[in-house]
């Protein structure tokens, strides 16, 4: 606890930042999987082409493989200057829109052919079909899917940490790292004048294989602290004794 309490701006910093870059991906995510969902249906054949190429190549594409791509190769080949941060949002709202994508398309296939012949009778354009007909009926059965998408939005941010990008995990990953421990972890101090764990240096509560667990009491029939095959041992000198005698 003392971990967290002294270090807790950085621990705040890095909270908003998975905030941050989580809350501006899903904003890429959705225009774009939106977007692409609309080239999906489309009548004209090179959107639909492209549509399904953008979500085949994304859809399997690791997103680790997406972020080195993003960090070390469009740098130094489109866009000069961008940092770290804008990289990892662009990688991560690409790659969940493919999959917003596929949650907005199977939400329009369920609703009625009729709805969309009924307004190109009327004279409406695709997009207006799209826009005004379609898409409304199709939220309702978008939302749970979109829903999952975006918790797993969530936690894919933590992969930004290990590329310069303010974030939560990565963080907490560098301390740990650096081998900061809580005070509970002292369970394995040993005395300074003996080379094994000492039972009195123990703190209340705390057990280990070297003092004796509960479940080592269970396993052996005897008191915690007492070694596996100790007892045996005592027993096989004592005939030992017993037999020269």
């Known amino acids: ?4 309490l002294d270090h807790l701006p950085a621990f705040r910093d ?8 989580t809350a501006a991906s899903a904003v890429i995510a959705l225009v774009l999987g939106v977007l692409i969902a609309g080239f999906r249906v489309s009548p004209i054949p090179p959107l639909r082409a492209f549509g399904t190429a953008w979500v085949t190549l994304l859809r399997n594409t690791p997103l680790t493989l997406l972020f080195l791509i993003a960090m070390f190769v ?8 961008l940092s770290p941060f804008v990289l990892a949002m662009l990688a991560l709202g690409f790659y969940t829109s493919s999959f917003v994508c596929e949650a907005v398309r199977s939400g329009i296939n369920t609703v ?3 709805q969309a012949e009924a307004a190109r009778s009327l004279g409406m354009t695709f997009s207006q079909t799209l826009r005004l007909i379609v898409l409304p009926q199709a ?8 829903s999952s998408i975006f918790i797993a939005l969530t936690k894919n941010s933590a992969i930004a940490g290990a590329f310069s990008v303010t974030e939560l995990f990565g963080f907490a990953k560098l301390l740990s790292d650096q081998g900061m421990r809580s005070p509970g972890s002292s369970c394995g101090s040993r005395s300074p004048t003996s080379s094994s764990p000492s039972p009195s240096a123990a703190p209340s509560g705390c057990w280990s294989a070297g003092w004796g667990s509960p479940g080592e009491r269970t396993r052996h029939g005897g008191p915690p602290g007492r070694r596996p095959g100790a007892e045996r041992q005592h027993v096989g000198a004592a005939r030992t004794r017993g037999g020269t005698k």
């Not at 469009?74 to 200057?81: H, I, M, S, T």
């Not at 309702?140 to 979109?146: F, N, Q």
């Open 1 to 4: 606890m003392n971990v967290l």
């Open 14 to 21: 890095g909270f908003l930042g998975t905030l941050a870059i």
């Open 74 to 81: 469009v740098p130094q080949v489109l866009f000069k200057g």
């Open 112 to 114: 009625p052919l009729g």
């Open 139 to 146: 939220t309702r059965t978008v939302l749970p899917p979109l």
